[in-house]
């Protein structure tokens, strides 16, 4: 079993719609837990990060944490063409002198004009 | 500011053939690291490296090795290439931010090679 298991989609959304990106996890150890946006034959971007619980938003993202339920997710609202992209969610232990990410398999996002 | 840049950007290969890929980043990130990116089952971490000089494996380090002899650069090697080790690799480096008690660094990541190996 993954460590992080992310719904490959593909989704496809029209313009304006708001758009919910998920992972769960199974390790309880992980403490960061980030958002990778990768455009087609691009490398990823950082997104959005947070640290343990919570909420955390930036413009029209919005990133939540729910260490309980082991569940985070990502809402991009009035969604826009040029969110086309497939987004990674990725985690951390957060201890060492390195942070070694995990990554989900991606979910591949089409907002339709 | 270049960012990440990754050498070269494509390659076709022989099983059996060796090669090596090439990092180079210009923001004086003390981390480096390469990873492969295969369908399914997102980016997984080959080796990383915490400084000039030193390395360590990740989470499938098998058929490939490094060498970060300089600060800005990251070497990936392929001895003999396998059709397995046909994928995108990413190289990415990162530096620390945050205040208090939480640390994160955030990872850069290059453009990507893509490699067939026939």
């Known amino acids: 079993q993954k460590e992080v298991e992310q719904d490959p989609g593909p989704l496809s959304v029209p313009e304006g719609a708001i758009v919910s990106l998920n992972c769960t996890y199974s390790?309880?150890?992980?403490?960061?837990f980030m958002w990778y946006r990768q455009y087609s034959r691009k490398g990823p971007e950082l997104l959005m990060y947070?640290?343990?619980?919570g909420n955390k938003e930036d413009g029209r993202f919005t990133a939540q944490v729910d260490k309980s339920s082991k569940y985070i997710s990502l809402f991009i609202r009035d969604s826009q063409p040029s969110d086309s992209a497939t987004y990674l969610c990725?985690?951390?232990?957060?201890?060492?002198?390195?942070?070694?990410?995990?990554f989900g398999s991606g979910t591949q996002l089409t907002v339709l004009p | 500011n270049a960012g990440v840049t990754q050498t070269p950007k494509f390659r076709v290969l022989k099983t059996g053939q060796s090669m090596t890929l090439l990092c180079a980043q210009d923001?004086?990130?003390?981390?480096m690291y390469w990873y492969r990116q295969d369908p399914g089952m997102g980016l997984r971490l080959i080796h990383y490296?915490?400084?000039?000089?030193?390395?360590a494996k990740g989470e499938v380090p098998d058929g490939y090795n490094v060498s970060r002899l300089k600060k800005q650069n990251f070497l990936l090697g392929l001895e003999s290439a396998a059709p397995s080790q046909t994928s995108v690799y990413f190289c990415?480096?990162?530096?620390?931010?945050?205040?208090?008690?939480?640390?994160?660094?955030?990872?850069?990541f290059g453009p990507g090679t893509r490699l067939l190996v026939l």
């Open positions: 990415a480096s990162s530096y620390s931010l945050g205040r208090g008690g939480s640390r994160f660094e955030t990872q850069y």
């Open positions: 390790n309880s150890a992980f403490q960061y």
């Open positions: 947070t640290y343990s619980s």
């Open positions: 990725a985690m951390s232990r957060g201890s060492g002198s390195a942070r070694q990410l995990t």
């Open positions: 923001m004086n990130h003390e981390y």
């Open positions: 490296s915490v400084g000039e000089g030193t390395t």
